[in-house]
C-alpha cells in the first residue's frame, strides 16, 4: 500500500538535546511538508521541500533542520535551539509542489515531549 | 495573502442531528478548499476539495461541503450524524504562490452525543 510512514509514534526528549522525525512516503510525490500541531493553533508549516535537494523555511522554521537526499524521504531535525518542541509533528506530501491545488497526503504523525 | 477561519472550536450535536462546520476563507487569488478529518493521536484525512467546476463537492463518509464565492464560505455538512463522526476537522485554503502551500485554520472538535 502507497503512504507515508513517521517514526517513531512518541519520542521523549531530554532538554538540550537533538533529535530526528523520520517520514519517509512511497508515493513517488516530488513535494514534502513538515508542519507542527499545537491545541487550538492549527498546522504551522515548519520546512518544505519541492524537490531531491531543495528546501525553504516555513513560518517557524527557527530551531529545526531538514535534508531532501532522496525523493522518498525528509527527516526533521528538532535541535536544542528550538525553545519550545513539545507537540506532535506531521509530515505530508503531494504529488507536485509548485502547482495550487494539489492535495497533501498526511503521516500519523509523531508526538514529541522535552522532559 | 490567504487565511482560514472556522467558527467554533467546539460543536457538539445528537446522534442523527444535522452537522454544521463553517469555515470562511480570504484570498486574493481563486481558491482550491479542502476539508480534512483527524481522530485522536492520528494524521489528517481529506475528506472532500474544490477546486473548479461544481459548487456542491461530495466526500467521503456522507460529508459536502458547497462553495460560496459571494460569502467566501466552504461550509461542511452531513445530514446525520454518526458517533463516529466524533473528530476533529480542519479547513485549508491554497492557491497562489510558487508552491502548493496550504493555509490551515483551527479546527472544530465534534462532539457527537448518543
Known amino acids: 500500500d502507497g503512504g507515508i510512514t513517521q517514526s517513531p509514534k512518541y519520542l521523549f526528549r531530554k532538554e538540550g538535546q537533538n533529535v530526528t522525525l523520520s517520514c519517509e512516503q512511497n508515493?513517488?510525490?516530488?513535494?514534502m511538508y513538515w508542519y507542527r500541531q499545537d491545541p487550538g493553533q492549527g498546522l504551522r508549516l515548519i520546512y518544505y521541500?519541492?524537490?531531491?535537494?531543495?528546501?525553504q523555511k516555513g513560518d517557524i522554521a527557527e530551531g529545526y533542520s531538514v535534508s531532501r537526499e532522496k525523493k522518498e524521504s525528509f527527516p526533521l531535525t528538532v535541535t536544542s535551539a528550538q525553545k519550545n518542541p513539545t507537540a506532535f509533528y506531521l509530515c505530508?506530501?503531494?504529488?507536485?509542489?509548485?502547482?495550487?491545488?494539489?492535495?497533501?497526503?498526511f503521516g500519523p504523525g509523531t508526538r514529541l515531549t522535552v522532559l | 495573502a490567504q487565511s482560514v477561519t472556522q467558527l467554533g472550536s467546539h460543536v457538539s450535536v445528537s446522534e442523527g442531528a444535522l452537522v454544521l462546520l463553517r469555515c470562511n476563507y480570504s484570498?486574493?487569488?481563486?481558491?482550491?478548499l479542502f476539508w480534512y478529518v483527524q481522530y485522536p493521536n492520528q494524521g489528517l484525512q481529506l475528506l472532500l476539495k474544490?477546486?473548479?467546476?461544481?459548487?456542491l463537492v461530495k466526500g467521503i463518509n456522507g460529508f459536502e461541503a458547497e462553495f460560496k464565492k459571494s460569502e467566501t464560505s466552504f461550509h461542511l455538512t452531513k445530514p446525520s450524524a454518526h458517533m463516529s463522526d466524533a473528530a476533529e476537522y480542519f479547513c485549508?485554503?491554497?492557491?497562489?504562490?510558487?508552491?502548493?502551500?496550504?493555509?490551515f485554520g483551527s479546527g472544530t472538535k465534534l462532539n457527537v452525543k448518543p
Open positions: 508515493l513517488n510525490h516530488d513535494a
Open positions: 484570498s486574493s487569488v481563486p481558491p482550491y
Open positions: 485549508a485554503v491554497s492557491g497562489g504562490g510558487n508552491f502548493n502551500k496550504f493555509y
Open positions: 474544490y477546486t473548479t467546476g461544481a459548487t
Open positions: 505530508a506530501s503531494s504529488i507536485r509542489g509548485g502547482r495550487a491545488g494539489n492535495e497533501q497526503f
Open positions: 521541500s519541492q524537490i531531491v535537494n531543495d528546501f
